[in-house]
């Protein structure tokens, strides 16, 4: 957007783009660009700068002050002073993830909800992508605890999956995982970051599989082909299952194996 009059302003069309979802019109756009470009000016100058009309310059940066764009400093003329945009984006950015926050958690509140009342709550999940996907989905729903079962991990998934695991210890959730001491998924899996967390942590050669139970209510099972005693990450299911009587079953066994002597066999 190309602003002219005693000299140009530029900006690309994303800017515009995002100034638009701030809720400004193309007059404000145009004379708030060029209040920043002046940082202080009086109506005159903006209108000269941005090439909003004199019958319409006053309007549009009451709008903007109103908006919380500009500050409007007493005098003869008045002055407008553009506030900062970092200041704005900054506040812009944090009234828009706490929107979101507050919808994920209403929307997350109502697919909670139905997911038992389909009539065959079990699902095939194809390819490592979807089933990490469903694991972090998983651990963001939790509200009491999370036990894993890490006996099939995916090089790449890592990241994303600690990330997660750490935002669900921050909010509280009680983590438990048993990791096996061997991986082999095209090369080795760095497991260091996953033993930096927070959490109750134990080693066991456990089966090539991994278990995901979340607030003894739902479960990821993931399983994969084994070649040349390699995992084949492309060949991986998972089993997301919401059978409460199910998910009970096998959490009794991870609480079993989690207090066997096994963990203190060389």
């Known amino acids: ?60 940066l009451k709008s903007l002050a109103k908006k919380d764009f500009v500050e409007i400093e007493s005098g003869k003329p008045l002055k407008f002073n553009a506030i900062p945009p970092h200041e704005i984006i900054g506040k812009s950015r944090k009234q828009f993830n ?36 469903k694991e972090v989905e998983i651990i963001s729903r939790a509200k009491k605890s999370i036990y894993i079962i890490a006996g099939l991990l995916f ?29 082999n998924d095209g ?17 066991l050669n456990v089966p090539l599989v991994k278990v995901i139970i979340r607030d003894d209510k739902e479960m990821l099972m993931g399983v994969a082909k084994i070649e040349d005693k390699k995992i084949m990450s492309s060949s991986a299911i998972g089993i997301w299952n919401q059978y409460t009587e199910l998910v009970e079953a096998i959490e009794g066994l991870y609480n079993f194996i989690w207090t066997t002597e096994l963990f203190n066999k060389p």
């Not at 209040?35 to 000269?48: D, G, K, Q, R």
């Not at 979101?100 to 909670?112: G, K, S, V």
């Not at 930096?196 to 080693?203: P, R």
């Open 98 to 133: 706490e929107n979101l926050d507050e919808a994920e958690a209403e929307l997350n509140q109502i697919y909670e909800k139905q997911i038992p009342n389909v009539p065959a709550p079990l699902w095939l999940i194809h390819g490592p992508d979807k089933i990490l996907k």
């Open 1 to 60: 957007m190309d602003f002219n009059g005693g000299f140009k302003i530029s900006v690309n069309r994303n800017t515009v783009t995002a100034l638009k979802n701030l809720g400004l019109s193309d007059y404000e756009i145009k004379a708030y660009v060029a209040n920043i470009s002046l940082v202080s000016a009086t109506a005159s100058e903006i209108s000269l700068a941005s090439n909003v009309p004199r019958s319409k310059i006053y309007e549009v």
């Open 155 to 183: 090089k790449d998934e890592i990241p994303d999956l600690k990330d997660s695991l750490d935002k669900a210890i921050n909010r509280g959730v009680h983590v438990k995982i048993i990791l096996s001491p061997f991986y």
């Open 187 to 203: 090369g080795d899996v760095d497991l260091e970051c996953i033993r930096g967390l927070e959490c109750e942590i134990k080693t």
